[in-house]
């Protein structure tokens, strides 16, 4: 066969294979290619996340958010992003599932792939002080930490940590093989700094108050269906989150959250937003309802369900209060 016979097949063949990948990518990353064009994209989104099946109920059940189409989702390494407005506002949600190891890796996918002007980050939350707070209410923390990075010491060692475990035994204190836990402060990467420890991560300053003014007198809902809260819910400005991969329902342990870290709600999953957002150096709020409290156990099973609804609406209310930048077409 001549070379300009095979240059010609070659060629032929190249143009039957560039539609079939082209048509691949449109379907599997269809929204990611758009949002990747500033000359398609007339404004940033707002990224909306979240854990569970319960929060995504609620999102839906409002009536609020509206897709962008029949075919606005996409799928990318297991997580299904969605585009569309709430109330108006265009976003992109993500159910990230549970565990704070989740919610980085689909946030980062999200911060990667889109163009997205800030983060909200709604979900449950459990009380560490029911004089605070109780189920029903709404959280807005004003900064949250990872409390789960543990230095565990030897046991019998003179050097004692945070969390001595001998404090706890019952019905005395004493001694206890499993010694004491220090508590560690974590890394810290952004583009503009060199890596440092921190160990508290503050909700962006300007988002922080802007929810303060956007949700100071809303009205949180005491009802949905035949489930009521037992009083009238609240949002909570100004507290601290304690962030973990173990959700803690232990009093005893949420009593010392409390004492030692001044921590008002516990979660698994805020850090990860506040430690991600901020290496990308993107704008977060963390907005929560809380669904119980620890060491308590709640008589009404569709608490934890109006707790994560009350977010919600904190939540789309905040988006509605705050202007999204328009990209420049380049």
Same mark, same amino acid.
């Given at each position: 066969m001549s070379r300009v016979n095979l240059a010609a097949l070659l060629l032929l063949g190249l143009?039957?294979?560039?539609?079939?990948?082209?048509?691949?990518?449109?379907?599997?990353?269809? #929204?990611?290619? #758009?949002?990747? +064009?500033?000359?398609?994209? &007339?404004?940033?989104r707002l990224g909306l996340v979240f854990t569970s099946?319960?929060? $995504?109920? &609620?999102?839906?059940?409002?009536?609020?958010y509206s897709p962008d189409s029949e075919d606005s989702s996409v799928d990318i390494a297991g997580r299904r992003f969605h585009s569309g407005t709430l109330n108006g506002s265009s976003i992109v949600y993500v159910k990230t599932g549970s565990a704070s190891v989740n919610m980085a890796?689909?946030?980062?996918?999200?911060?990667?792939?889109?163009?997205?002007?800030?983060?909200?980050y709604f979900g449950n939350a459990g009380s560490l002080d029911k004089k605070t707070m109780v189920p029903g209410d709404v959280s807005v923390p004003q900064a949250?930490?990872?409390?789960?990075?543990w230095n565990w010491k030897k046991f019998g060692s003179e050097e004692k940590g945070h969390l001595v475990f001998?404090?706890?035994?019952?019905?005395?204190?004493?001694?206890?093989?499993?010694?004491?836990? $220090?508590?560690?402060? #974590?890394n810290m990467f952004t583009p503009s700094e060199a890596p440092k420890e921190v160990f508290w991560l503050p909700i962006t300053a +300007?988002?922080?108050? &802007?929810?303060?003014?956007?949700?100071?007198d809303m009205k949180l809902r005491e009802c949905y269906s035949d489930k009521c809260l037992p009083g009238k819910p609240k949002v909570v400005f100004g507290s601290k989150g304690s962030s973990s991969d173990f959700y803690v329902r232990n009093k005893a342990y949420g009593d010392f959250l409390n004492k030692n870290f001044a921590a008002k709600t516990t979660d698994t999953a805020s850090a990860s937003v506040a430690l991600t957002s901020m290496s990308n150096e993107k704008l977060f709020v963390v907005i929560q309802g809380v669904s119980n409290i620890a060491g308590?156990?709640? %008589?009404?099973?569709?608490? %934890?369900?109006?707790? +994560?609804?009350?977010?919600?609406?904190? &939540?789309?209310?905040?988006?509605? +209060? #705050?202007?999204?930048p328009r990209l420049a077409c380049e």
């Open positions: 143009l039957l294979v560039m539609p079939q990948q082209s048509m691949q990518a449109s379907l599997i990353d269809s #929204i990611a290619e #758009i949002e990747k +064009s500033n000359c398609k994209v &007339a404004h940033l099946d319960v929060n $995504e109920r &609620a999102l839906k059940d409002s009536g609020l890796t689909a946030l980062q996918i999200l911060l990667a792939r889109f163009h997205i002007h800030g983060v909200i949250v930490a990872f409390t789960g990075v001998g404090d706890f035994n019952y019905p005395e204190n004493g001694e206890n093989l499993l010694g004491t836990v $220090e508590y560690e402060k #974590i +300007s988002w922080y108050e &802007a929810a303060t003014k956007a949700l100071k308590e156990t709640s %008589s009404n099973s569709g608490v %934890s369900y109006l707790a +994560s609804y009350n977010a919600m609406l904190a &939540a789309t209310k905040f988006i509605n +209060s #705050i202007p999204t």
